[in-house]
């Protein structure tokens, strides 16, 4: 079975109490019901983890590619500027693996400063403005094979 680890980054824990007229009104617990629904559907096996630090985000990404795991990754505001978890991202696809960035909003609609992905370059897709759908789209396409 297809293993995915969805990752997701700074703030995004906070989903329900931050900005809910951009990112609505459930949370990261409502995010982890809902994957684990749809992969079940989809027979993924999947695992939905959330930090605000940069360094545990890089260490989960170096994890993936040791244990041989697909990734959907949320990189919240590090998307914008983290050169090390581009990095880290790179690692991923070029080891095989795929790696497909998500946003619930939409950052191109957004302030200037989230038009830059530097981690979409090394994604295998990105997928964004679809609000937790966003998620359920990028293991949709993980699970549809290579
Ligand atoms: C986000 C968009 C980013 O610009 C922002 O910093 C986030 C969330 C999204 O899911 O829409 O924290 O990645």
Redesign the pocket.
Known sequence: MTHVVVMN????GRLGVREPE??GALSMEDLRQQVASWAADLGLEAEVRQTDSEAELVGWLHQAVDSGSDVVL????F??YSYALRDAAAMVTKGGLRLIE??????YA?EEF?HRSVVGPVATGTI?GFGFD?YRLALSALAGGR
Do not use: E, K
């Open positions: 980054g700074p703030n995004l951009v990112y949320n990189p919240a505001a998307t914008h998500v946003h619930i909003s939409n950052p957004r989230r964004a966003s």
